[in-house]
């Protein structure tokens, strides 16, 4: 089992949901947080992400107590800070529906913008097991690799800093919560016999007119586990949609001064690095190279038919210019991608490329 920073669910595929915890998935941004790290520099907290590639001013190096589920310092203004528990908590960070790449703004930059962040919430989805949360392993990522060692815990032993006790189950944790006057997101009870799914299509009816994106599902006695693990369930309807290509645009390598959040920029220099591509609406949007085969992603001369990444080395992140293609998704092939949500102008969320459409 691949070793995370947090629990992360896997998704619903007809699982038996009997005698879960159901609460609502919201389109917001995960952040974990550990109140004793705040002012601390990254070089002393264990489980921060220390990527060797760039160097950052001495401001973004320390810590507010907020972090990223890779490990990143999330700058947030001292009154958001102020609020929160005073031990550490597992959290969706939420400004209502459809205001993903709003958060996304808010919670991306190095100086926090308080008027943007007056507009978030902080969810609270569980207390951290900390010996869990830095129990030994390697917590690795595309841009983040971390090592925690049989150190780390004794770090936060010695900090004597207050938790909830070490392996209570999920149901237990947030009895515990609550006793500390904390409350956290709704969860309910699902029967424990009968047909089960009648209730689950009811709650998943109410959170998507709520504009939430479907249902956690978590099994009340479930331990911190810091994985992708089958005891927590993501239940949410398949989004898809069409969109004409229209362009292409160079790849780049990742920028990690732009990846505060877990989000790649690209690492396809000289390759496609994504299509333009329009709705039926008449929206255009760049749908990134998430997703495309490696091997279809090369560009060519349109004239000679010769590899173009010559170009694409000096121009990345730039549109294409009308003297190169791809042969592989050529200006007005339709293509399917998945999508999380859509913004307030129409905009897909996190959309995935799936497949060209048949001729």
């Not at 070793?3 to 595929?13: G, M, T, W």
């Not at 705040?38 to 992400?49: I, L």
């Not at 207390?127 to 949360?133: G, K, Q």
């Not at 339709?334 to 959309?351: D, M």
Request: aromatic share 8%; net charge positive.
């Amino acid at each position: 089992m691949k070793r995370e920073l947090v629990p992360l669910a896997k998704p619903y595929r007809n699982q038996n949901v009997h005698g879960l915890l159901a609460s609502v998935k919201l389109d917001g941004e995960r952040a974990i947080w550990v109140p004793a790290t705040r002012g601390m520099t990254k070089e002393d907290v264990p489980f921060a992400n220390k990527p060797t590639t760039w160097v950052a001013r001495d401001a973004d190096h320390v810590a507010s107590g907020l972090w990223t589920r890779n490990g990143n310092i999330i700058h947030a203004p001292s009154d958001f800070l102020d609020q929160l528990p005073p031990f550490p908590v597992d959290m969706e960070l939420y400004a209502g529906p459809g205001t993903f790449q709003f958060l996304r703004s808010a919670v991306s930059t190095f100086t926090p913008d308080v008027d943007l962040w007056r507009h978030v919430e902080p969810c609270i989805l569980d207390a951290v097991d900390m010996a869990r949360f830095l129990s030994p392993g390697l917590v690795e990522t595309r841009q983040s690799s971390i090592l925690l060692t049989s150190d780390a815990y004794r770090w936060w032993v010695s900090l004597r800093q207050p938790a909830v006790p070490v392996s209570l189950g999920f149901k237990r944790r947030l009895d515990w919560m609550l006793a500390q006057g904390i409350t956290p997101l709704e969860q309910i009870q699902l029967p424990t016999s009968g047909f089960v799914m009648a209730v689950v299509d009811e709650l998943m009816d109410r959170a998507l007119a709520e504009g939430c994106e479907g249902l956690v599902l978590r099994q009340p006695t479930a331990p911190y586990t810091c994985a992708r693990t089958a005891e927590l369930l993501k239940h949410k309807p398949a989004l898809d949609m069409e969109a004409t290509v229209t362009g292409y645009v160079w790849g780049k390598l990742p920028d990690a001064r732009k990846s505060l959040t877990g989000t790649a920029v690209g690492e396809r220099l000289g390759m496609m690095g994504g299509l333009e591509v329009q709705l039926d609406s008449g929206k255009r949007f760049i749908l990134s190279g998430t997703g495309f085969p490696y091997k279809d992603c090369h560009l060519v001369y349109t004239a000679t038919g010769g590899c173009a990444s010559d170009q694409g080395l000096l121009r990345p992140g730039t549109r294409v210019s009308a003297a190169v293609h791809n042969p592989k998704y050529p200006i007005g092939t339709v293509v399917t991608f998945k999508y999380r949500s859509l913004t307030t102008n129409g905009i897909p969320v996190e959309a995935r490329f799936q497949r060209k459409r048949s001729l």
